[in-house]
């Protein structure tokens, strides 16, 4: 018989670490999701991340490569130079034209650091990005995948940088309009495209929501055992920000790897990667951090000597809803004022995390009243002062019957040996106390003369 219920506590016991698992694994799968999702289907999110792209001196210079070698790969400049020249003067064309090159790199990079040509830069990733939306997310009516291309246009910031260079005004209409746009998107990859947005669409949030009922119902599950779930949910956060960004890093050097062909573009490639994906990484830090403050929690609620101090300490104030809650908001706007993770400045993660906030709040509020139901709890100064003489008043009593002779009434120490254990019992079945640490303390009570 004890075999068996030992049996079905460790089930009791593997359900909720079983479940933990899972929506860990879960979650990982979750944060790439919403990453996703974030990077690629919101404008601004993508316009933002494209501007601090072009802010970027290895990706400015890579660029600047770019324009240049468009330019003097589709249009003869020697010959429009030559042009501009007395017939005298026409066999200088070529060095001016070699001359010129350099100069067109340089002033390539001036004019990328300019506002106004990262206003334009802007604008062309608006448009890429919302043509890029209508494509993916449209009935298909509208465009087919034999001109569902999408394109960057550089054409306005060409044309920037041939006026810059002295250049005729009229060599940018003589580019081919290929010559100035970056192709994004294929039209062979069209109907990828639109498959990985409907996964992204339904996974992202479904994940999420999957993740957080996972964990919450292993916390329910755990029953006596709740605090040391929840502590063990923590350390899954934890956990599972620390892999994303393992997984990160490993990417990013597989990706660097594939897609520079020469060491010089190292950096831009490393640029691109490490900015384009600075969202994901944010995520998984605000999940470390998150795992941090629930372990913490976790702990403040334990049997730990320094936790029930605090616990006491705070027990007259704490008790009452409107003290509780008022340190509640205060430590809310701190943390929005900090707005240390994404989470904090979206409206959904916001909510789930005020949401949680507010359910801890209340759990240990109750636990501090069940713990210290003799404190005081009135707001007044008078209360305050009633809360303190009595925490006095028990102090010296407790002073007192340690001095009592050893020949004490054996009635009298039977009674305050029921009442230690009830006390107990009291501790264990909030779970404050593990099974355990009940035993242990039960057997010391017991054992005490």
């Known amino acids: 018989m004890s075999e068996a219920g030992d049996s079905a506590t460790k089930s009791r016991r593997a359900v909720p670490l079983i479940l933990i698992v899972l929506a860990s694994i879960i979650a990982v799968v979750s944060i790439f999701a919403i990453w ?55 066999p200088l064309a070529g060095p ?50 034999s001109n569902g291309t999408v394109t960057l246009e550089l054409g306005a910031i060409l044309d920037q940088l041939i006026t810059e260079l ?54 329910y599950l755990a029953g006596a055992r709740r605090r040391q779930t929840l502590r063990t949910v923590g350390f899954a956060f934890i956990l599972i920000g620390a892999l994303v960004l393992l997984a990160h890093r490993a990417a990013g050097t597989a990706i660097v790897a594939s897609l520079s062909d020469v060491a010089s573009s190292d950096d831009a490639v490393n640029s691109v990667w490490t ?16 795992g941090i403050f629930v372990v913490i929690a976790a702990w403040l ?22 003290f509780a809650y008022a340190t509640l908001a205060v430590l809310l706007i701190v943390l929005f004022w900090w707005d240390p ?64 002779a050893p020949d004490a009434p054996a009635t009298a120490v039977g009674d305050s040996r029921a009442a230690e254990l009830e006390r107990l019992a009291k501790l264990r079945d909030s779970g404050v106390l593990t099974d355990e640490e009940f035993a242990a303390e039960k057997q010391r009570v017991l054992s005490a003369s």
């Open 301 to 322: 609620a334990g049997p730990t000597s320094l936790a029930t101090g605090i616990r006491d300490g705070i027990a007259p104030w704490y008790r009452q809803p409107r």
């Open 96 to 145: 001016i034209s070699g001359g010129v090159r350099q100069l067109a790199t340089r002033a390539a990079d001036r004019i990328l650091a300019e506002a106004k040509v990262q206003d334009l830069w802007e604008a062309a990733n608006r448009a890429a990005h919302e043509k890029f939306l209508n494509i993916v997310e449209g009935d298909g009516t509208a465009v087919s995948t």
């Open 341 to 404: 993770t994404q989470g904090t400045h979206r409206l959904g993660p916001s909510i789930i995390l005020i949401v949680l906030l507010a359910i801890g709040t209340e759990c240990l509020r109750r636990q501090i009243a069940r713990e210290f139901p003799d404190r005081v709890t009135a707001g007044s100064s008078e209360g305050v002062a009633q809360s303190i003489a009595a925490r006095m008043r028990e102090a010296r009593e407790r002073r007192v019957a340690g001095r009592q």
């Open 166 to 219: 002295g250049l005729p005004a009229d060599l940018a209409s003589k580019l081919p309009p290929e010559a100035a746009s970056l192709e994004i998107l294929k039209s062979d990859q069209l109907e990828g495209a639109q498959t990985a947005v409907d996964i992204l669409h339904t996974l992202a949030w479904a994940l999420l929501a999957i993740t957080l009922l996972l964990f919450a119902l292993a916390i």
């Open 36 to 90: 996703a999702k974030r990077q690629l289907l919101e404008t601004d999110t993508w316009v933002d991340t494209s501007t601090e792209l072009l802010q970027d001196e290895a990706i400015q210079g890579a660029l600047s490569d770019f324009l240049v070698n468009q330019l003097y790969s589709n249009v003869d400049v020697q010959a429009e130079i030559a042009a501009q020249l007395p017939p005298q003067l026409a």
């Open 275 to 290: 900015i384009g994906t600075s969202q994901l990484t944010e995520i998984a830090n605000g999940v470390i951090l998150y």
